[in-house]
């Protein structure tokens, strides 16, 4: 069986937590933040206190970020574009031994659809 993209997206939404943006709000201050969008989706805005690192690295370069050093009890919510590339991105982080990792439904785009706060 070939699987397409979204095919891998639901599967992986199957095995993570998903968050609304509301609840993503009222975390801000009590979690890491991090964005795999791409460097210049990035540059052109973000999330308060976000930290860019793109999904097409992201096992690469998460362990020697030193924000990133705390597996067992660092909150972290990331979030892409949609919601596809961050559900991918939650699955893999829990199979590297991120243990309370979640993603933000409905992306930047959810978030800024609501008004809220980019920098």
């Known amino acids: 069986m070939i699987l397409t993209a979204m095919d891998l997206v639901a599967q992986a939404k199957q095995n993570i937590v998903e968050i609304d943006i ?3 709000k009222n975390s801000l201050e009590t979690s890491l933040i991090l964005d795999v969008r791409e ?11 976000a930290f860019n690192i793109p999904r097409g690295v992201l096992e690469f370069k998460i362990g020697s970020h030193p924000d990133f050093q705390d597996k067992q009890d660092a ?6 574009q949609s919601g596809g590339r961050s559900a991918l991105a939650t699955e893999v982080l ?19 659809d609501n008004g809220n706060e980019v920098v």
Do not use: Q, R
């Open 22 to 24: 509301d609840a993503a």
């Open 75 to 80: 909150h972290i919510i990331v979030y892409c």
């Open 39 to 49: 460097p210049a989706e990035y540059a052109a805005g973000h999330l308060p206190g």
């Open 94 to 112: 829990s199979k590297m031994g991120f243990n309370n990792v979640v993603s933000m439904a409905g992306g930047f785009k959810a978030w800024t």
